[in-house]
């Protein structure tokens, strides 16, 4: 049993300095946010809270290794060849449509000159701690893009054929409906997503959707399976920060190994 954990170990040693040594790979990160607040009321969802000193901190980094916000609208424009990417492009992406998003989020993010897209559960609006209808107007008048998470928040892979239809086309619409521009782009609930519910975003003429996988996309990559990495709540300020952008790196290597 030993013998068999240390050939093991070794292994795993092995196989992760190759990926170490091998190239930098191409491409930009997209992070996935969801609340930026310094509240801590739920224990279960306290994870996700980024506080906003931390925030910043952070967009203060992106901006000092020369980083560019973009949006996936952006990214399409620039797929389609109407458009070049900056240098150094990033996505930063904030999932579920909280309050804090427009209070407290998008004060600092336009401090810093910078976009986003936030993606909204479109039964939430208007509810407690979540945004109103216009201060998403607002938000998509101030350059953000707004994108679906879908109207319910559930698993699509878990839904039959005619739920999934429904929670991607009504979200959609109920956000058009009410006046905001065109949404192109959703984020999968809990990351659930299957070549099916692909061809009804293609259908539904949405042209981007987001995944919780972490790695690097680039032009060439599936524009309905975007990588993204995942920004917590930090127990170790900028260093785990910089971690979260290396685990992108490091996934982006794996994939490009195989
Ligand atoms: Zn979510």
Redesign the pocket.
Known sequence: MRKICAVLFVTAIIFVAIIFMLPEPEGFPILEY?QVTDEQLDPVYEVYNVPPKEFSAQLDFLQSEGYTTITLQDFMRAVHGKATLPEKPIVLTF??GYADNYTTMLPILEAHKMTAVVYV?TNEVGKKNYMSLDQLKDMQQRGIEIGS?TSD?LALTSLDAETQFGQIHYSKRFLEWSGLSTIYSL?Y?NGAFNDEIIEILKREQYLTAVTGDAGLNTLETNPYKLYRVHIRKPRFGLTEFKFRLFKAKFFAKLRNLF
């Open positions: 969801h999932d579920d559960i998470h928040h984020s609930p």
